[in-house]
């Protein structure tokens, strides 16, 4: 199964036709229960089974003990920005967040709901075009130091993530499970589910223990991290569909292996990079080139004439979601694990084929 589109968009985000084919079958019928994965209960042994196997795959996908405890949680990544602050902080208590970009700020925002924020370093003065150089003198007596991994709006990533002295938590919402990583560094991490990991309004969260400890009881249940690790996550009406979808891309990233997937992440990330570095009519937005992203390709053109050719060309040959967010302009080229090597090297062609015209 294809939709015959080439989908670059940020998220929802393309899927693997594999996966797309698999939750088509369920929607037709859920293994033998004569239910669509649509109508499946959420409290029945089947749906029950599902979360079990995630649990087990993240794990497994991770290289973590039985130290950490995995959830799915309603809502998606701003959930989660909320949950932790409202999990974690009074207005006594002080967290330190990385200021890296949209989504780090929105974090940062959430936070300052809920306690005081520390902002250890941020590159919003320069558009966000590379990661932020960290003064690392308030890593003391935090309650938790926030970091996203990868800015999915300006194409910045962190490779090698340092150590800090307070509880890491990092949101990956859009390079989960993209490459090789240490996941014993955090204490939580998580990710909304609709760039690597299916479909939207669900976000994967997963938890050290001892950092779960120290989150508040008193909390209404749907917004309690403790809650959702006790009713396994299903203290209401669970996404069913979603957390399914998840377990179909779950089992795609363990068949194809992370070391795999890095590889070709790597390689398409270099074929566009590579083609942006030699262009004399494209620009890509981040300089540094260890801070570049292999999620999300950000440049702009030369002139409004070249964006619009290079927008015409990809709807003639099906190609669709590089428009750039509106903070940055230009184009965004989303590389997530769905995306082939080939589809990237079309592309690039394209953009070649533009260039030996100007
Ligand atoms: N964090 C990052 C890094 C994101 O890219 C996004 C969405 N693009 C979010 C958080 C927010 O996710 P959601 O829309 O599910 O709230």
């Known amino acids: 199964m294809s939709t015959g589109k080439i989908n670059f968009n940020a998220g929802p985000a393309a899927l693997p036709p594999e996966v797309l084919q698999e939750a088509a079958a369920a929607v037709r019928e859920y293994k033998n229960t004569g239910l669509s994965i649509l109508e499946l209960p959420h409290r029945g042994a089947e749906f029950l089974a599902i979360i079990a196997e995630t649990k087990l795959l993240v794990k497994e996908l991770c290289n973590l003990n039985d130290d950490y405890e995995v959830v799915w949680v309603h809502g998606g990544g701003r959930m989660v920005f909320a949950m932790l602050a409202m999990n974690y902080l009074t207005h006594n208590d002080t967290a330190g967040y990385i200021d890296s970009g949209h989504w780090a700020a929105e974090a940062i925002d959430y936070g300052r709901h809920y306690g005081q924020v520390s902002v250890l370093g941020s590159s919003r003065t320069t558009n966000y075009n590379q990661l932020p150089k960290l003064d690392l003198s308030a890593d003391n007596n935090l309650k938790y130091l926030h970091i996203t991994t990868n800015n999915t709006i300006y194409g910045t990533q962190y490779h090698h993530v340092p150590a800090f002295k307070s509880p890491l938590v990092a949101d990956m919402s859009s390079d989960i499970f993209s490459c090789q990583r240490d996941y014993t560094q955090y204490d939580m991490f998580y990710a909304a589910a609709q760039k690597n990991l299916g479909t939207p309004g669900v976000a994967l969260a997963v938890i050290k223990k001892d950092f779960l400890e120290k989150s508040f009881d008193n909390l209404p ?3 309690s991290l403790k809650a ?17 979808t998840a377990l179909l891309m779950l089992r795609w990233i363990k068949g194809k292996g992370i070391a795999a997937i890095e590889k070709d992440n790597q390689l398409k990330a270099t074929l566009l990079y590579d083609a942006l570095d030699n262009s004399k009519i494209f620009i890509p937005h981040v300089v540094v080139k260890e801070h570049r992203s292999d999620m999300n390709v950000c440049f702009t053109a ?13 709807a003639e040959n099906d190609i669709i979601g ?3 967010h509106r903070s940055v302009g230009g184009f965004r080229v989303s590389l997530y694990n769905a995306i082939t090597v080939e589809s990237v090297k079309k592309l690039v062609a394209i953009m070649t084929e533009l260039e030996a015209g100007v």
């Open 221 to 223: 249940p749907i917004l």
């Open 228 to 244: 959702y690790v006790k009713e396994n996550s299903v203290l209401n009406t669970a996404n069913v569909s979603g957390i399914y």
């Open 302 to 314: 030369l002139d409004k004439n070249i964006e619009q050719a290079l927008l015409t060309l990809c």
């Open 322 to 324: 590089i428009s750039g």
